[in-house]
């Protein structure tokens, strides 16, 4: 099973950016890489998703690199509301379809 | 927009007690979810449905059973509730790889 770590907390500043980096090192060739973001007394809620390379959408963008061992989600021009938790979740679609999320990383934006 | 909702944000109940936690979702989604969130342990999966009756035990199902007799209603069960099962529970839907949770429920077993 592919076992993800992130770091536990980060700090930022209005208007940074920040990249959060998740490293998954046992992935298989038919994983998928979600990031998700978690607000206090709130379900997460899915940010973005991707298999190579660089996905982008209108919140964030994820690069993974050739090896897939890692990922990292790049939160342009952050704000006060970005702070939240941020987690990495590997969707390991064998027969057992297990899926597994890191520790998560809170981020405090900080103005 | 997918919705997916939980009978409940607050539960108080007492050890020994059975308990139901609801889950509804409106979206056709095959794949159901319930995973508990605990301070420094992130999310863990309990239990999860990829059809009506149908189950698979996740990374901690001691102490909880499910069921799921319809496709839009995924429930979990405590058996008899103990202290350690103080937690928040979130339910989740997906549609490839993307999962929605739901509110969460915070149980209190005292």
């Known amino acids: 099973l592919a076992k993800t770590t992130q770091p536990i907390s980060m700090d930022s500043y209005e208007g940074q950016e920040v990249n959060i980096t998740c490293s998954h090192n046992n992935i298989a060739t038919n994983d998928y890489i979600t990031w998700y973001q978690q607000f206090p007394s709130q379900g997460p809620r899915f940010i973005i998703q991707?298999?190579?390379t660089k996905v982008t959408n209108e919140v964030a963008s994820l690069f993974i690199p050739a090896d897939r061992k890692s990922s990292t989600l790049s939160l342009p021009r952050v704000s006060l509301s970005d702070t939240a938790v941020y987690y990495c979740?590997?969707?390991?679609?064998?027969?057992?379809?297990?899926?597994?999320f890191g520790s998560g990383t809170r981020l405090l934006v900080r103005p | 927009d997918v919705k997916v909702t939980q009978s409940s944000r607050y539960l108080v109940k007492r050890t020994g007690e059975k308990v139901f936690l609801e889950c509804v979702q409106d979206m056709d989604h095959e794949n159901m979810f319930w995973y508990r969130q605990d301070p420094g342990l992130g999310l863990r999966l309990i239990y999860f449905?990829?059809?009506?009756?149908?189950?698979e035990k996740g990374d901690i199902p001691e102490g909880y059973s499910v069921s799921r007799e319809k496709k839009e209603r995924f429930s979990l069960i405590l058996e008899s509730a103990s202290t350690n099962q103080t937690s928040m529970y979130l339910c989740a839907s997906d549609s490839s790889y993307e999962q929605y949770f739901g509110p969460g429920t915070r149980l209190t077993v005292t």
């Open positions: 449905s990829y059809d009506v009756k149908m189950k």
């Open positions: 991707g298999y190579k």
């Open positions: 979740l590997v969707a390991q679609m064998d027969s057992s379809y297990k899926l597994i």
